[in-house]
């Protein structure tokens, strides 16, 4: 039960603004400077149609999570949604998802950090970032939406070059952005599974309900603002790659959109691309602790995580103790870990938690037009989890029954 009384509440500092560009903040980050490669090597002439499915599923999440957010506008996102409607284990579940899968998902954007601005100290620059961005995050609220703000500016400005720069080259040729699914289907669904981690960003709005003004009208608003701006900036930035490198040289890419600019004759531009991929993932960084440590607080409070993490600081209103808490295990797994596997791993329990959503909202409203949403969403989210890389299902997999088996171990001590 969350604690009663002004001491235990979040601050309502946030508007539509803020949380559109916390939003963006998640989205438009590391996954459209890594991904497009590994999409393109999934899919070949697929990319195309299979950014089209992550945008629809995205979509299809989107709506659910944004009807459940006006109707339970507090910090904890789908943890809260599930225990609300499905019951308290799958509450739990997708809070288990959220937490251990973005919390690899730190450590991936972290090492991204490392790996353009120092990549033979990658994971040392790592841990610095994730320790600046915790103190950030610690300071307030505000803060982080403003330093955010500045992030998501320089992101979208670098962005925008590459566009640029790319189809006013006379490399950009249109006929190498034909459709197709020379991977086959699996391809496709394989690389709509890779390019939904860039999506997935949007959630990040819905954590933080007990922090946003007149949450009811302004989650609902800011939710599909972000995701209909972060679209446009994925297809701007995958038909000017592909119209310059084409599907398998993108493939085949370890930059790509580095790659791209210098393969269209813009190689003053290279410095800035990489320098943006840099910005572009501690603007992700920051928006991922943020989220988590939110809904490890909503969790703790329910005491399915220690109690004390349930802390808000008594000046900055801030959930200090779980956000100290999830930086130290950040950076932790910084310092040890592959981005690979992270991101692997994410991948699943992010989709797993959106399966959860959908599930949530389908209860909500009982007429058929209502449902289509969660029934498409639900659907995708289970198609794109079991077409990611064998590994990351079977370690995903396993994580989730260690959470369940420690729920269910729980509940049988409570009873004795």
């Given amino acids: 039960m969350t604690p009663s009384g002004s001491a235990a509440e979040l601050r309502r500092t946030l508007g539509v603004g803020d949380a559109v560009v916390i939003g963006l903040g998640s989205m438009v980050g590391a996954g459209i400077f890594a991904a497009l490669g ?67 998902s730190c450590a991936a954007m972290a090492l991204t950090v490392g790996a353009y601005v120092w990549p033979a100290q990658a994971h040392a620059v790592a841990v610095a970032a994730v320790v600046v961005l915790t103190a950030v995050n610690y300071g307030g609220i505000h803060k982080s939406a403003w330093l955010t703000r500045a992030i998501v500016a320089v992101v979208l400005a670098v962005l925008a070059c590459v566009v640029v720069v790319c189809l006013g080259s006379d490399r950009a040729d249109a006929g190498r952005l034909a459709f197709g699914a020379s991977e086959g289907a699996g391809g496709v669904l394989q ?25 009811a ?78 809904t490890t607080l909503a969790m703790a409070r329910d005491r399915h995580l220690p109690v004390p993490l349930a802390a808000v600081h008594p000046r900055f209103r801030v959930p200090h103790r779980a956000e100290l808490a999830v930086g130290a295990v950040v950076a932790v797994l910084a310092a040890t870990v592959d981005v690979r596997g992270a991101i692997g791993f994410s991948s699943f329990g992010v989709l ?45 997999a396993g994580v989730l029954a260690v959470g369940a088996t420690a729920y269910g171990v729980r509940g049988w001590l409570g009873r004795l």
Avoid: M, Q
């Avoid at 709005?205 to 007149?214: K, P, Q, S, W, Y």
């Avoid at 900036?233 to 790659?259: H, I, K, N, W």
């Fill in 217 to 294: 009208h302004t989650i609902p608003r800011a939710i599909p603002l972000a995701l209909g701006i972060a679209l446009a900036v994925y297809v701007g930035v995958a038909v000017a790659v592909l119209s310059v490198l084409g599907p398998e040289a993108l493939g085949e890419a370890g930059a790509p959109l580095a790659d791209a600019v210098r393969a269209a004759g813009g190689s003053g531009w290279v410095p800035v691309v990489r320098a943006g991929a840099a910005v572009a993932a501690l603007g992700s960084l920051l928006a991922l602790i943020l989220g988590v440590s939110r």
């Fill in 352 to 396: 797993v938690y959106y399966a959860i959503a959908n599930a949530s909202a389908w209860s909500l409203d009982p007429l058929p037009a209502a449902r289509v949403a969660p029934v498409v969403g639900f659907a995708g989210c289970a198609v794109l989890a079991l077409s990611l890389p064998g590994g990351s299902v079977a370690v995903g």
């Fill in 38 to 104: 590994p999409a393109a090597r999934a899919a070949g002439s697929g990319l195309l149609p299979g950014l089209a499915v992550a945008a629809v599923v995205a979509y299809c999440n989107a709506v659910s999570s944004a009807r459940l957010a006006a109707r339970y506008p507090a910090s904890g996102g789908t943890y809260v949604y599930g225990r609300e409607r499905l019951g308290a284990f799958w509450g739990y579940l997708a809070g288990w998802a959220f937490v251990v899968g973005k919390t690899a």
């Fill in 191 to 215: 690389a709509a599974g890779l390019l939904f981690f860039a999506f997935a960003g949007y959630a990040r709005i819905a954590t933080l309900g007990e922090e946003v003004r007149d949450p």
